[in-house]
């Protein structure tokens, strides 16, 4: 089973970027769909965007589209988010997820493997 770890959270102001990492170990991640998700307290883990492991297709939930970007580097093993015009209610913590699905998904129960997380916080 493939290990997880994220990186890269912190504390930034309204309208600035924050790029995160999830650094891959155990399997290589070209073997997997990857995805992101956060939560706050007291609510659902959510889907924020995934890419597929055949194409590089990718998905994004609609209140990150056109801010965030996922991209996957293969040969470093390692998934990243990169945020960018960062809002105070994307604060909560982002989980890196692995699955076995070709394509993406937004499903949580797609995804068999999690990090720990990375708390982002953002300051209006």
Do not use: H
């Not at 995934?50 to 297709?57: C, F, K, L, T, V």
């Not at 909560?92 to 990375?118: H, I, K, M, N, P």
Request: net charge positive; with cysteine.
């Amino acid at each position: 089973q493939v290990q997880l770890v994220e990186s890269g959270g912190g504390l930034v102001q309204a309208g600035g970027s924050l790029r995160l990492s999830c650094a891959a170990s155990g399997r290589p991640i070209s073997v997997y769909a990857m995805g992101w998700f956060r939560q706050v307290p007291g609510k659902e883990r959510e889907f924020v965007s995934a890419i597929s492991r055949s194409d590089g297709g990718t998905d994004y939930a609609d209140s990150v589209k056109g801010r965030f970007t996922i991209s996957r580097d293969n040969a470093k093993n390692t998934v990243y988010l990169q945020m960018n015009s960062l809002k105070p209610e994307d604060t909560a913590l982002y989980y890196c997820a692995a699955g076995s699905r070709w394509g993406t998904s937004r499903s949580v129960a797609d995804f068999g493997s999690w990090g720990q997380g990375t708390q982002v916080t953002v300051s209006s």
